[in-house]
């Protein structure tokens, strides 16, 4: 059973600067894929950024050129650089994870194992 917990969430302004946490336990994070997604109020959630077994990463277009994601291996984590943070970014953010080599985005109903959220407000 693959548990995980996140952290990192916060209130920053527009323009800041957050990390995101997600430690992995049951399983080893390098073989699942790995992925963020986030939801606000009344919407659905969406893919945010994956990170796949064999080390590919896909982000959602608008946030590709302001988040990073990435695995420590030693530390069972992943970790959700988020840089030049917008107001339309503010959400409760979720990481997922799931077994298998299929990896994508959209696929959010095939992950299985997912954190208890943790929430970003960003400020204009």
């Known amino acids: 059973q693959v548990q995980l917990v996140e952290s990192g969430g916060g209130s920053v302004q527009s323009g800041g600067s957050l990390r995101l946490s997600c430690a992995a336990s049951?399983?080893?994070?390098?073989?699942?894929?790995m992925g963020w997604f986030r939801q606000t109020p009344g919407a659905e959630r969406e893919g945010v950024a994956i990170?796949?077994?064999?080390?590919?990463?896909y982000y959602l277009r608008s946030v590709r050129d302001r988040f990073a994601i990435s695995l420590d291996n030693a530390r069972n984590t992943v970790y959700l650089q988020m840089n030049n943070l917008k107001p339309e970014d503010t959400a409760l953010y979720y990481c997922?994870?799931?077994?298998?080599?299929?990896?994508?985005?959209?696929?959010?109903?095939?992950?299985?194992?997912w954190g208890q959220g943790t929430q970003v407000t960003v400020s204009s």
């Open positions: 997922a994870a799931k077994t298998g080599w299929s990896c994508l985005l959209t696929q959010i109903d095939d992950f299985p194992y």
């Open positions: 049951g399983y080893s994070a390098r073989n699942l894929c």
């Open positions: 990170h796949t077994i064999d080390d590919d990463t």
